[in-house]
Nanobody, 127 residues
Framework: QVQLVESGGGLVQAGGSLRLSCAAS????????MGWFRQAPGKEREFVAA????????DYADSVKGRFTASRDNAKNTVYLQMNSLKPADTAVYYC????????????????????WGQGTQVTVSS
């Protein structure tokens, strides 16, 4: 069982930065692939970024490539999403997710690669 708690969301002006954190409970965090998803009002939840359990692989949605960076500190059971050059279109509730390698079917962008989800943190980018 893994419990995930996101933090770091807030209100920021366009062009600004935020760093989201996702703290995980559980002894096996270091063996979980971690993903970030977001859901804007009236839209489906979408993939944002992911990092493999070793931290050796990352994947990003085209819309955030070059602006967002996923990282993890397995010693602290925490995964991060550094978000730079934020745009109003980035406004959404951001969720972190954890999934064992057994769920991985070739793409970190699929929701079924993850078995545990956080409650989300709101990010609002003003123009």
């Amino acid at each position: 069982q893994v419990q995930l708690v996101e933090s770091g969301g807030g209100l920021v002006q366009a062009g600004g930065s935020l760093r989201l954190s996702c703290a995980a409970s559980g002894r096996t965090f270091s063996r979980y692939n971690m993903g970030w998803f977001r859901q804007a009002p009236g839209k489906e939840r979408e993939f944002v970024a992911a990092i493999s359990w070793r931290g050796s692989r990352t994947d990003y949605a085209d819309s955030v490539k070059g602006r967002f960076t996923a990282s993890r500190d397995n010693a602290k059971n925490t995964v991060y999403l550094q978000m730079n050059s934020l745009k109003p279109a980035d406004t959404a509730v951001y969720y972190c997710a954890a999934g064992p390698d057994a769920y991985y079917s070739g793409s970190y962008s699929l929701e079924n690669a993850y078995g545990y989800w956080g409650q989300g943190t709101q990010v609002t980018v003003s123009s």
